[in-house]
């Protein structure tokens, strides 16, 4: 575990170009709090400028163990991770396989490790990927921003002004 910290440790400055809607990676900050916050923000405006709002919130199932070893792969690579990082990772995941009451080895493709320091970064990194691809021309004008979504880890809020704008996002 203390290698795979101090890999961790190391390239912590590849994170820094995720998006502001992921709250999952900020040190030194809550990011659920600050997404909370936003949320009934965004609440209040809607409120009090009689103005229409329409929230999905929608709890990925599973999510930490469908991640395909293949996608987190593809990413780190599009994302031009240092190769020796990420040819360390993907061994990592290759040589991954389990055995469950002493039945035959079985070779795992998706998912991240439990309780491994990387896990949440490598989930966040997939999870960054997904968001940027949400559609930016809808969402809800707030303070000067438009707001289409929110996420941490698994827990992804969309939104938008309008129930055409909620479908575009859920699609």
Known sequence: IAAIQVVGCEHAEILIGLVSMQKGLMR??????????????LLKDARTRNREIHIVNADIAKAFDTVSHNVISAIMRARGWPVA???????????SCTSIGGRPVTR???????????????????MDHILKAVPTRVGYIH?????????????????????????????
């Open 108 to 126: 795992c493709c998706r998912g991240v490790r439990q309780g491994d320091p990387l896990s949440s970064t490598l989930f966040n990194i997939v």
């Open 143 to 171: 303070q000067g921003r438009r707001w289409t979504c929110m996420a941490f880890a698994d827990d992804v809020v969309l939104i938008s002004s309008s129930r055409a704008g909620m479908t575009a996002l859920t699609g």
């Open 85 to 95: 990082l990420t040819r360390y990772i993907e061994s990592l995941y290759a040589t």
């Open 28 to 41: 030194g900050v809550d990011g659920l709090a600050q997404n909370v916050v936003l949320l009934e923000s």
